[in-house]
T-cell receptor
Framework: DQQVKQNSPSLSVQEGRISILNCDYT??????FLWYKKYPAEGPTFLIS?????DKNEDGRFTVFLNKSAKHLSLHIVPSQPGDSAVYFC?????????????FGTGTRLTIIP | SAVISQKPSRDICQRGTSLTIQCQVD?????MFWYRQQPGQSLTLIAT?????????ESGFVIDKFPISRPNLTFSTLTVSNMSPEDSSIYLC????????????FGPGTRLTVL
């Protein structure tokens, strides 16, 4: 049972435009959400996160939106740059402080076209 | 931040053999985890490596198949035992501190191919 879903396995975006990556979850116990970026032959690196008490978190070119009622979050990258080409994973942590176990989505491969 | 290294970076193994993957962190960390990423799939947590005690395994993973050691706060090993082609995956270790959700750092992964 895939509790965190990224329904778009791949996405291509023109350089300078907005990239929007989507993520849905089914477990209402998830309370904290993270986005990771992964380059080939490297481990995932943390990008941005959001707590369920917020609906938006911004960090430079990256903004994450959370719609808790729809169990949906999205990552916006504006403007998109060639270095953003990577696989993006969303991940979730349940309401259980001290439990740092991440549940990952399947990932979306983002390609930025110069 | 923590820098994590893994050995080997990749290996090709024969069915029925075992492989031990090492994970080294450049600083002491409370929590270490082992994940598997099968082709086209998400990262799936195998187990939490506990220092000085037995690892805590997730549903679907057992100690006989994936024995884990954690002798100190900077090092852990994962053994993939009696391998079959279905074990072909990328295996990643990660490390972090309790409640520091944003600061779980990952190693580069070990790409395992079982023939």
């Amino acid at each position: 049972d895939q509790q965190v879903k990224q329904n778009s396995p791949s996405l291509s975006v023109q350089e300078g435009r907005i990239s929007i990556l989507n993520c849905d979850y089914t477990n209402s116990m998830f309370d904290y959400f993270l986005w990771y970026k992964k380059y080939p032959a490297e481990g995932p690196t943390f990008l941005i996160s959001i707590s369920s008490i917020k609906d938006k978190n911004e960090d430079g070119r990256f903004t994450v939106f959370l719609n808790k009622s729809a169990k949906h979050l999205s990552l916006h990258i504006v403007p998109s740059q060639p270095g953003d080409s990577a696989v993006y994973f969303c991940a979730a942590i349940p309401v259980n402080f001290g439990n740092e176990k991440l549940t990952f989505g399947t990932g979306t491969r983002l390609t930025i076209i110069p | 931040s923590a820098v994590i290294s893994q050995k080997p970076s990749r290996d090709i193994c024969q069915r029925g053999t075992s492989l031990t993957i090492q994970c080294q962190v450049d600083s002491q960390v409370t929590m270490m985890f082992w994940y598997r990423q099968q082709p086209g799939q998400s990262l799936t947590l195998i187990a939490t490596a506990n220092q000085g005690s037995e690892a805590t395994y997730e549903s679907g993973f057992v100690i006989d198949k994936f024995p884990i050691s954690r002798p100190n706060l900077t090092f852990s090993t994962l053994t993939v035992s009696n391998m079959s082609p279905e074990d072909s995956s990328i295996y990643l270790c990660s490390a972090g501190q309790p409640l520091s959700y944003n600061e779980q750092f990952f190693g580069p992964g070990t790409r395992l191919t079982v023939l």
